[in-house]
């Protein structure tokens, strides 16, 4: 795999993830809208909330399995001591060195 190819590839993967993320973030907006404009009477959870709750941990599971290096399919994390951090917008793998992002 060329350097260009595992930068193309893990953008898409980063996007993939944010595009994830942020549609259960809408979710919980338009969730939040509509009991605004039609307050319930009783207080417990509706179907909606599941939903909500079951795309965000669908959402963190996809992320995990879909968020690592294309060439040697490791998660990017700290190389600091002391942070045990996966990195949002890492320049090159821990693991094998590839780059990750196109400045370098």
């Known amino acids: 795999m ?8 893990f953008k898409i993967r980063r996007v993939q993830c944010l595009v994830a993320l942020a549609v259960g973030a809408l979710l919980a907006v338009v969730r939040a809208v509509y009991d605004e404009a039609f307050p319930r009477v009783n207080a417990g959870p509706s179907a909606f909330d599941l939903i909500i709750f079951a795309w965000f941990a669908g959402a963190i599971v996809f992320c995990m399995l879909r968020y690592r290096c294309p060439a040697c399919h490791s998660v990017p994390y700290s190389e600091e001591p002391g ?3 996966v990195l949002a917008f890492p320049k090159r793998c821990p693991k094998c060195k590839s780059p990750l992002s196109a400045e370098q």
């Open 2 to 9: 060329t350097n260009s190819e595992a930068i193309r590839q």
């Open 83 to 85: 942070f045990a951090v």
